[in-house]
C-alpha cells in the first residue's frame, strides 16, 4: 500500500509530530511505502521535525513560498506522478491538496487537529463539507469534544474517531547539559519546576502562565517556569510575553528545542494554558514517562487529563483558577506516576494508533474497489 501523508510544513507543532510518529511506526509495516509532503519550503527552521523522520520514509518538499495558488497544480502534479492508494491530509493541507485528491480520485484521510469550528475558516469549512459528504473523503476526531464538534459541523455520520497516539520519549545525548541548567536554577532540590511546550502566539495563551507563576512567586511559592516553543510565530506576541516577566531568574522563555524530551524528565509537570486545543501531542509524550499536566479545560484536553489522576484542570481561564491547579501539584501532588504510565500504555501509544490508521486506510480502500 502506498500512503502518503500531506502537512503544510514541518514546523514544530503537534500536527507534524503526530504525522511523523504515526509514519514512523507505519514504515516498520514492510507492506507500505510511506511518503511525506511538505508544502512548504523546508527552511533552517523546520530542521527540527525533519530530522526525526525515519530513513526509509520519502519525503517531499514543494517550496511553496507565500500565498500563491500556483501550489495547487504542483500537488496535483506530484500525486499524479506518485499515485499513492491513500492519501492523509493534516491541517491546512486539506485545501491546497483537495483539486489533486478529487482529480485523482482515491481516498483521502483528513486528521482534524482540533475542535473543528477552530480548524480553518467558514468559507472552507462549507467545501470541507461538500468534500465529506460527496466525495471519499473522512474526517478523523481525535478527541470526544473533538468529534462532538466535527459532528456539530459536519453532520453526524462523520463519526470516525481515533485517540492521538505518540511514542514513549527517550532522553538525547544533551540531557546532562540540560540537568545542569535545571539545577542550577533550582533555589535547592524541593524547588519545583514546571514546563510550558507551544508556539507562543495568542492561542496558546503563555501570558496566562506568565502571570499565574508571577503570582504565585509573589505569594512566596518556589517554583520555575521554562516556556519552550517558537519565537517566530507571532514576533510581537513573544516580545510582549517577554517583557511582561518580571522574575527573570525564575520564568525563563527558551525557545525552540530539540531535545524536548530532556525537560519532560526533569520537570515536576507540563503546562498548558490554550484558548482552545485538540489533542495535544505534549500530554501523550508527559504521561508516557509519568509526568502529570495542569490545563486550562479546553477542547480536547479534559477528555484525556482526568482531573487528579491523570493530571489538574483548572476550573476556567481565570488566573486565579489556573494557580489552584498548580498549588495542587505544588503542595500535594497525588498523581500516582505508575499508574499514568501504565494509562498511556493502554490507551495512548503509537502502536494502537496506527493500528487503527492502518485499518481505517484498509477499509476505505475496499470500498473504493
Do not use: W
Not at 21 to 41: F, M, P
Not at 317 to 332: D, F, G, H, N, T
Amino acid at each position: 500500500m502506498k500512503i502518503l501523508h500531506i502537512v503544510p510544513d514541518m514546523y514544530t507543532g503537534g500536527a507534524q509530530k503526530f504525522c511523523i510518529d504515526l509514519c514512523n511506526e507505519l514504515v516498520k509495516n514492510r507492506d507500505l511505502d510511506i511518503t511525506i509532503c511538505s508544502v512548504e519550503k523546508l527552511t533552517d527552521g523546520q530542521q527540527i521535525m525533519y530530522k526525526k523522520i525515519h530513513p526509509d520514509i520519502k519525503f517531499i518538499s514543494l517550496d511553496k513560498e507565500g500565498k500563491s495558488p500556483l501550489i495547487m497544480f504542483k500537488i496535483v502534479k506530484m500525486l499524479f506522478s506518485l499515485k499513492p492508494d491513500i492519501t492523509h491530509t493534516h491541517l491546512r493541507a486539506q485545501m491546497f491538496s483537495a483539486l489533486g485528491l478529487l482529480l485523482l480520485r482515491r481516498p483521502n484521510i483528513h486528521t482534524i487537529h482540533t475542535v473543528a469550528h477552530n480548524e480553518t475558516t467558514k468559507g472552507r469549512m462549507k467545501f470541507y463539507g461538500f468534500l465529506y459528504d460527496y466525495f471519499n473523503f473522512t474526517p478523523v476526531s481525535i478527541s470526544e469534544q473533538v468529534l462532538k464538534t466535527t459532528q456539530a459541523l459536519y453532520g453526524q455520520k462523520h463519526n470516525v474517531m481515533i485517540d492521538n497516539g505518540g511514542e514513549k520519549v527517550q532522553k538525547t545525548d544533551e540531557y546532562e547539559e540540560t540537568k545542569k541548567f535545571i539545577d542550577s536554577i533550582k533555589r535547592d532540590k524541593s524547588s519545583k519546576v514546571f514546563v510550558s511546550l507551544g508556539r507562543l502566539y495568542n492561542v496558546k495563551n503563555q501570558e496566562l502562565l506568565i502571570n499565574a507563576f508571577e503570582e504565585l512567586i509573589e505569594e512566596g511559592f518556589d517554583v520555575n517556569l521554562l516556556i519552550l516553543g517558537s519565537l517566530i510565530t507571532v514576533p510581537s506576541y513573544a516580545k510582549m510575553c517577554q517583557e511582561m516577566i518580571k522574575s527573570p531568574d525564575r520564568i525563563h522563555i527558551l525557545g525552540e528545542k530539540g531535545n524536548v524530551p530532556d525537560y519532560l524528565y526533569l520537570c515536576d509537570a507540563l503546562c498548558f494554558s490554550s484558548i482552545y486545543e485538540g489533542f495535544p501531542m505534549a500530554i501523550i509524550e508527559a504521561m508516557s514517562i509519568g509526568i502529570p499536566t495542569v490545563s486550562t479545560p479546553v477542547g480536547g484536553i479534559p477528555d484525556v487529563v482526568k482531573d487528579g489522576t491523570i493530571g489538574y484542570l483548572s476550573k476556567d481561564m481565570s488566573v486565579e483558577s489556573y494557580k489552584e491547579a498548580l498549588k495542587r501539584v505544588i503542595l500535594s501532588d497525588e498523581i500516582d506516576k505508575d499508574k499514568l504510565i501504565a494509562h498511556y500504555e493502554k490507551h495512548y501509544t503509537v502502536e494502537q494508533c496506527a493500528s487503527k490508521y492502518l485499518s481505517l486506510y484498509q477499509e476505505k480502500l475496499s470500498l473504493k474497489r
